[in-house]
């Protein structure tokens, strides 16, 4: 992990970062701070990636991560060992909550909606949190990425429909009060119309692995330095050259993503650069 001033930059807080820069820079500036991710995850903090990637952040409002709870996950790990998956799903069935999810998201959407059976193994954890602190915990914990019951398509009262084949639930289903009836109705459409699909998440493209190929990547970023910048470059070529000291002395205080035989390679490819 690496520091961002005060920050640890766990990988969660990083994919926050970019997905908020991808929506909030351009592209050109989107891939710059991809780019200074991977050096603040390989070199760490020095002054250099300060200055460009404060630059970029001043741009970029995104929300951190909460810092863990030890009440609030003890809580989700009582209602985790109280209940099985089947049952939660079904509670959520009943009481009109997404079923998608692990089963410690479930209990926080069910805790959410004050379902008493829920509430009784979870509340006795929480006697040391404020309500503001459990209502962040809840958000945080409850929000569903995917829903797979329905096409949002204006108010469920006036038109429910399969999001799969846009099938809709008959109007006597309609009526306030009547999501029961709704939902019993779509989980037996699903299961004539679409067996095996209920509550499974659309097959989604794989994400870009961030830090896949780290040293076909460090090279290509030395590459560009080279370029762009040789005052950063040569800094850089110290950081490898200090790494391989340390290695040889068994230690890996600097660069610690990469071997020696990895690091030497850095190095023998610096060299090639002056060419």
Known sequence: MAQLGNITLTPTKVQQILEAG???????????LSSLLFD???YGFTPWINVKLGTLMSKVQWEME???????EEALIACDRAFLGRELKDICDEWG????????QLCARLYK?????????MEPYLT????????ERVEQYA??????QTVKVGDPIRKFCCRIC?????????????????IAWLRHHYKIKHPGLWGRAPRQLPQTVLWADKLRKAKDRLEDLHRKDPEEFYRRKGQIEQAIREREKGQTKTMPDFNLEELKELLKFTGRLYR
Do not use: Y
């Open 97 to 104: 909550v997404s079923p998608v999810g692990h089963k410690k």
């Open 128 to 135: 040391e949190m404020t309500p503001e602190q459990i209502k």
């Open 40 to 42: 603040l995850e390989i």
């Open 66 to 72: 909460l810092e863990p709870s030890p009440e609030w």
């Open 166 to 182: 846009g099938e809709c639930a008959p109007p006597d289903l309609l009526g306030e009060g009547k999501f029961p009836e709704r």
């Open 143 to 148: 929000k569903v990425e995917w829903l797979p």
């Open 22 to 32: 991808r929506k909030q820079l351009s592209p050109e500036e989107f891939e710059e």
């Open 113 to 121: 909606r004050n379902v008493p059976e829920v509430v009784e193994v």
